[in-house]
Nanobody
Framework: QVQLVESGGGLVQPGGSLRLSCAAS????????IGWFRQAPGKEREGVSC????????VYADSVKGRFTISRDNAKNTVYLQMDSLKPEDTAVYYC??????????????????WGQGTQVTVSS
């Protein structure tokens, strides 16, 4: 059984930084395609950044390119999302998720099967 636990959210001022962590246990054949998603109030869940293949290739949403960085520590079974230059529009609940099989569309939320409970990120002065 796959279990994902996010941590690291909080309240930060615009321009600030946060690092989210996702500790994973239990794996699927496509675990390497783990990713980060977010959902703001009244909006659909969207992909933020994901690993798209077993060789470590990554994809990012246009809105976070150059500001967010996804990384992983395989020894700790943990995936990170470093978020810099945060904006108020980054406010959302952030989730990590794992697909059962490699998605044909990386970071398309409906193709991911296992989800963590989420961690709140609020960017406000």
């Amino acid at each position: 059984q796959v279990q994902l636990v996010e941590s690291g959210g909080g309240l930060v001022q615009p321009g600030g930084s946060l690092r989210l962590s996702c500790a994973a246990s239990g794996f699927t054949s496509a675990y390497y395609a783990i990713g980060w998603f977010r959902q703001a109030p009244g909006k659909e869940r969207e992909g933020v950044s994901c690993f798209s293949s077993s060789d470590g290739a990554t994809v990012y949403a246009d809105s976070v390119k150059g500001r967010f960085t996804i990384s992983r520590d395989n020894a700790k079974n943990t995936v990170y999302l470093q978020m810099d230059s945060l904006k108020p529009e980054d406010t959302a609940v952030y989730y990590c998720a794992v697909p059962w099989s490699l998605p044909v569309r990386p970071c398309f939320s409906r193709l991911y099967d296992y989800w963590g409970q989420g961690t709140q990120v609020t960017v406000s002065s």
